[in-house]
């Protein structure tokens, strides 16, 4: 049986859909019943627009999707400052001082340029929501899914030990992290990395996973978004490539048939390729999840599309 | 039908023209006043492939031409066929250098640019306390804004550099994606406001004249600050901002100037984008942002707009696909099908950049048909400069 995963993690290179695959994760998670919470870490409100529905701010947690399932995605947009408020108020009971020291500039100071801090503020909120108990439920929320940094730096982002090394050798972040990172690298936690089938997502995806290995850290999948499945053959595909098939669609005129088998020639070489960078895929050992291509854009029932492939794919957790 | 087709390698179906102002280029790059361009946008939206492919077009057009990355992966290098790029300019080998151009190309960074920067302006004794702090050290290969304000100290080095030996003309800078790109602009003071800042100050003892009446709320603060961060850090930061302190000023200096200088009329912005949502509402948060700052700012790139020779709409092309479901026309069927797809994506593509357009009629545009494959050399780099130029 495989490990039930309470904490998902999304990345990949920008502009391969991470945060489409984090919200459609989110959905394909809130089966019947369950509640589950997806953040993003970037400022980007991402989450917001992508449900269409009115930014995030603060620390509020909103239900942002009913899924057809019958359950709820909440959305979070976690800001390093807030973090470190709730933090200070949490364990020092220091909201009066942690006012005092946003007057000073120490909290632009310690979530600026204190290096690592900012990361450890965040992913310490992650770990805040993953392990929050409410009464009757064993936790508030029964999946977590971050909206991680992208694949140069995530893992920089996670790798949160290595962020307090050159800050904190004792003390309480210290011990801050110490936690985050046993969450991070217990069986609960996977990270998923999506990527296109084009040669720098694949690339970014290859070393992504490479600076991972160390860390512990277990990786899920690897999704390949935007993925254009054909019913055809290596061969035949080949032939339209290299131009030698005579397309005779009846009703379309020669020059239309000739513009016809031109295009599908250039779509023919791109599944091609995308075939080949599937295989190069293939060596990583990762599980791959493949999710295909939407025309029409994106709203909230491709979304559920997602998030339906999604879930036919990843043997995610039982309600 | 469309006869437009004939005249080109590739083909384009006539778009819904938008009334917008067109992105002259090769005006740009024509202009022996402009020194400095420099392209911002999301990350995945060819950034540093458009930077490379408009440095190589200046280059071959004439210009002495250097373009910087500030990106951490190795794209330019890739993008230019050049195995390893470094913190020097290295030539790129075989361009067309007809016109008396010459191409240069550079990864920054970033560790090294501030290494260098403190051994320039500091004593030896002081330069080595310096890269021996455990902040410093951290605070110079982690910190993402460090990229921002070593990227200011590296346009400044060239640009000083090409005014004194008149190595280059012009020179092309590619962005950290995301957001964070525009830290750019507010590194001076940023950089200010934290290393110069009250804080900081505070943190410094012995406090003289009006901060010494602060020193009783100072020290609640800085045991506040010692809990959570733990002695230590506090140590190393002190002793960093003492052996630093001397270097703030050049600092700021450098980098206010690199900002008189985005800001003239010898540089000029373009924001990179593509036809996705996401990347145009990142676009428009860029245009926004550059407008607010009055930078000059010469208009949008779009990359890797669908087009098709064949206008065939989608919903005839799925019904002819249907016809042939159940004959041996398999392949007829696939090319149908991946037509009438690609018949949807570019309605959708061409849509979102209407609603663009709409939002923001004065910003100048040029687009670039996807590719059929991954720009990889640099006769494909050219192609890319060719149709960054090309007004159809």
Redesign the interface.
């Known amino acids: 049986m495989s490990p039930r995963h309470t904490l998902h993690i999304v990345s990949g290179?920008?502009?391969?859909g991470k945060?489409t695959v984090a919200g459609a994760l989110g959905c394909a998670l809130a089966t019947s019943g369950r509640r589950v919470l997806v953040c993003e870490v970037?400022?980007?409100q991402?989450i917001s627009?992508l449900f269409d529905v009115p930014p995030l701010t603060g620390a509020e947690e909103r239900r942002i999707s009913r899924t057809p399932a019958g359950g709820a995605v909440y959305g979070l947009a976690i800001d390093a400052e807030d973090a470190l408020m709730e933090?200070?108020d949490t364990f020092?009971h220091?909201s009066l001082?942690g006012k005092?020291?946003d007057r000073?500039?120490?909290v632009?100071?310690?979530t600026?340029?204190?290096?690592?801090?900012r990361d450890v503020l965040l992913t310490g909120k992650v770990y805040e929501a993953v392990r929050r108990k409410i009464k009757n439920r064993p936790n508030a929320y029964d999946a977590v899914v971050l909206d991680a940094p992208?694949t140069?730096?995530i893992a920089?982002f996670l790798n949160v030990h290595a962020?307090v090394a050159?800050?904190?050798?004792?003390?309480?972040?210290?011990n801050q992290a110490d936690s985050i990172m046993r969450l991070l690298r217990s069986a609960t936690t996977t990270v998923h990395v999506v990527t296109l089938l084009?040669?720098?997502?694949v690339t970014?995806t290859e070393e992504a996973v490479a600076a991972l290995r160390p860390t512990q850290i277990r990786i899920g999948t690897v999704i390949e978004n935007m993925v254009?499945p054909?019913?055809?053959s290596q061969d035949?595909l080949q032939a339209?490539a290299t131009g030698s098939?005579i397309?005779?669609?009846?009703?379309?005129t020669m020059?239309?048939n000739q513009?016809?088998?031109?295009?599908?020639g250039?779509?023919a070489?791109?599944t091609l390729?995308e075939q080949q960078r599937h295989d190069r895929l293939t060596a990583l050992a990762v599980p791959l999840v493949q999710i295909s291509?939407d025309?029409?854009?994106?709203d909230e029932g491709a979304i559920f599309a997602i998030a339906e492939q999604l879930t036919d794919q990843m043997n995610l957790e039982a309600a | 039908?469309t006869d437009s087709?004939q005249r080109k390698a590739l083909?384009e179906l006539p778009q819904a023209r938008l009334a917008v102002p067109f992105l002259d280029i090769d005006k740009i790059i024509g202009d022996r006043d402009t020194k400095i361009i420099i392209c911002c946008g999301?990350?995945?939206?060819g950034k540093t492939t458009t930077s490379a492919a408009i440095a190589l077009r200046a280059a071959e057009a004439g210009r002495k031409v250097v373009v910087l990355t500030i990106d951490?992966?190795r794209?330019l290098a890739?993008s230019l066929g050049v195995g390893e790029l470094d913190n020097t300019p290295r030539p790129v080998p075989v361009i067309d250098s007809a016109a008396g151009g010459s191409l240069d190309a550079m990864m920054l960074d970033m560790k090294g640019t501030f290494d260098d920067v403190v051994i320039a302006h500091s004593t030896p004794e002081k330069a080595e306390a310096i890269l021996q702090n455990?902040?410093y050290?951290?605070?110079s290969s982690?910190?993402?804004?460090t990229q921002e304000y070593m990227a200011m100290e590296k346009l400044g080095q060239l640009h000083s550099e090409a005014e004194a030996h008149g190595t280059w003309d012009l020179i092309v800078v590619d962005t950290p994606?995301?957001?964070s790109a525009l830290d750019f602009l507010d590194a001076p003071e940023?950089l200010s406001?934290?290393?110069d800042?009250?804080?900081?100050r505070?943190l410094m003892p012995p406090a003289r004249g009006p901060l010494r009446l602060m020193s009783a709320?100072?020290s609640?603060?800085s045991a506040?600050?010692t809990?959570?961060?733990?002695?230590?850090?506090i140590n190393d930061v002190k002793t960093f901002v003492r052996a630093f302190e001397a270097l703030f000023g050049g600092f700021r200096q450098r980098a206010t100037a690199t900002f008189q200088l985005l800001s003239s009329r010898h540089s000029t912005f373009l924001v990179v984008a593509?036809p996705q949502?996401?990347?145009l509402?990142?676009a428009a948060y860029f245009v926004d942002r550059l407008t607010e700052e009055a930078m000059p700012i010469s208009g949008m790139v779009i990359n890797r707009v669908h087009t098709?020779?064949?206008a065939?709409s989608p919903e005839r092309a799925l019904a002819?696909a249907e016809?042939?479901a159940d004959t041996s026309?398999?392949?007829?069927v696939?090319?149908?099908r991946?037509?009438a797809?690609?018949m949807?994506?570019i309605a959708?593509e061409s849509r979102?950049i209407e609603r663009f357009a709409s939002a923001r009629p004065t910003v100048a545009q040029t687009q670039v048909q996807s590719l059929?494959?991954?720009v990889?050399d640099l006769a494909a780099l050219r192609r890319v400069g060719y149709l960054l130029a090309d007004k159809d």
């Open positions: 290179k920008g502009g391969t945060t970037e400022g980007r991402g627009e933090y200070l020092y220091l001082a005092a020291l000073f500039g120490a632009d100071f310690a600026s340029i204190a290096p690592g801090l992208p140069g730096r920089q962020a050159g800050l904190a050798k004792v003390g309480p972040i210290r084009e040669d720098m997502p970014e254009t054909t019913p055809l035949q339209a098939v397309l005779k669609v009846p009703g379309l020059k239309q513009a016809l088998a031109k295009e599908f250039i779509e070489g791109r390729q291509l025309h029409g854009g994106i | 039908m087709g083909p999301s990350g995945g939206v951490p992966a794209r890739q455990q902040f050290v951290a605070l982690e910190f993402s804004g994606p995301a957001r940023h406001s934290l290393l800042g009250r804080f900081l505070l709320g100072f609640m603060m506040v600050i809990k959570i961060l733990g002695a230590q850090i593509t949502h996401d990347a509402r990142e098709s020779a064949l065939l002819v016809d042939l026309a398999v392949v007829e696939e090319a149908l991946r037509h797809n690609l949807r994506l959708t979102q059929p494959t991954d990889t």
